[in-house]
């Protein structure tokens, strides 16, 4: 009986240590993010009042409201972000409904892009960082310090439509390759689909000159290298929802929010189905800044009121299911970067102040 004991305790350490090794899954992450894309929609879907005026809508509300309207708020973000409203809200957490009490904002107080990314990166506002064209971020990014760890070392990746991107991960410095903009992506060695994609890109149409490129490139690029070089940590950073806001084009933002959520399916089924990642990654996805309201949906910056407001979603093998949250929380966006290195089971520590990681997206 006693040796049974003995047995019986030594199987429940077992267990007990073996649940506790359990609970890290995540060994892969994807940070995802599409530039100044707002809350607005994301929860309400396409707004009626933006794409009924002949200023925003390219004289084409037709084509908008046949694919993007319906009656209710949950029937037209479905349509505008299927995926999102289908696969991560049954199997992620969905943050920044603020309708519902769920704020999620920038701490920085510029509301523009540069000093977003920093913060999401970094965990932490430099005010120093007030303009899009600051040099390279002096700041340790979190992608920096995983690629001090040895798990991630030369394993991580950037790829962005917005050529600034060299500059705020720092590209001379930070040991990981940054493909933006007009970039030629492959390397030394391109692939046959890394040729073509170079060739496509080089005679493509620049409605951004040579800042931006179509986000349909980056998006090309990253899922090559996803499955040719199988990085752990891969960051995607579109850009075209913001610009074709500034621009005024409704129809044009709308489509982008759509592509956006398709590519992300397409990353998503794609990792579901190499056994080096099933079950074994995460998301994280979210925006730099939001727009302001009305006639001012097409711009952002502390003079807009409401562009601070931001939203998020994260989906992965360590987060329980909790879909769109409901409940009244506050989040800021220096706690992302924290709230990612969780996920892979890190602390991230830097010279500066790292802020700390939103606890109820972990397991
Ligand atoms: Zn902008």
């Not at 003995?6 to 992450?29: D, H, P, R, S, Y």
């Not at 920085?108 to 990314?117: A, E, I, L, T």
């Not at 990642?277 to 952002?300: A, M, P, Q």
């Not at 299911?321 to 409901?326: C, N, Q």
């Amino acid at each position: 009986m006693k040796k049974f004991k003995t047995i019986a305790v030594g199987i429940a350490i077992f267990l007990f240590a073996t649940n506790c090794f359990a609970q890290q899954k995540t060994e892969n992450i994807i940070v995802i993010t599409t530039d100044g894309f707002r809350w607005q929609e994301v929860f309400g879907g396409m707004d009626s009042s933006i794409a009924n005026n002949h200023k925003f809508n390219q004289g084409d509300s037709t084509f908008i409201f046949k694919k993007y309207w319906a009656e209710t708020p949950e029937e037209r973000r479905k349509k505008l972000l299927p995926f999102v409203w289908s696969t991560i809200v049954s199997k992620g957490q969905i943050y920044g409904n603020r309708n519902l009490g769920s704020k999620v904002n920038v701490t920085n107080p510029y509301w523009f892009s540069y000093p977003g990314y920093s913060e999401i990166f970094c965990g932490h506002v430099d005010t120093a960082i007030n303009s899009n064209d600051y040099k390279n971020n002096p700041n340790t990014t979190l992608l920096t310090f995983l690629n001090h760890q040895p798990k991630f070392k030369n394993r991580i990746a950037a790829f962005a439509a917005w050529s600034a991107f060299d500059r705020i991960l720092n590209k001379p410095d930070c040991g990981f390759p940054v493909t933006s903009a007009f970039d030629k992506t492959g390397g030394q060695n391109p692939s046959a689909k890394e040729n073509l994609i170079n060739k496509m890109l080089e005679d493509s149409y620049r409605p951004w000159d040579d800042d931006e490129c179509l986000d349909v490139f980056t998006q090309y690029e990253a899922m090559e290298y996803l499955q040719k070089r199988k990085p752990k940590v891969l960051y995607i950073a579109y850009g075209e929802t913001d610009d074709w806001a500034h621009g005024g084009h409704y129809k044009d933002y709308l489509e982008a929010a759509h592509h956006f959520d398709k590519w992300v399916k397409d990353i998503w089924n794609y990792v579901q189905s190499q056994p080096q990642y099933k079950n074994k990654t995460s998301l994280f996805i979210t925006v730099d800044h939001g727009r302001g309201t009305g006639d001012e949906w097409t711009s952002h910056g502390s003079k807009i009121e409401g562009s601070n407001q931001i939203w998020f979603a994260v989906m992965g093998p360590d987060t329980p299911a909790k879909g769109e949250v409901k409940t009244p929380t506050q989040i800021f966006q220096k706690q992302f970067a924290q709230t990612i290195a969780s996920l892979l089971g890190l602390q991230f520590t830097a010279e500066h102040p790292v802020a700390n990681a939103i606890s109820a997206i972990k397991k």
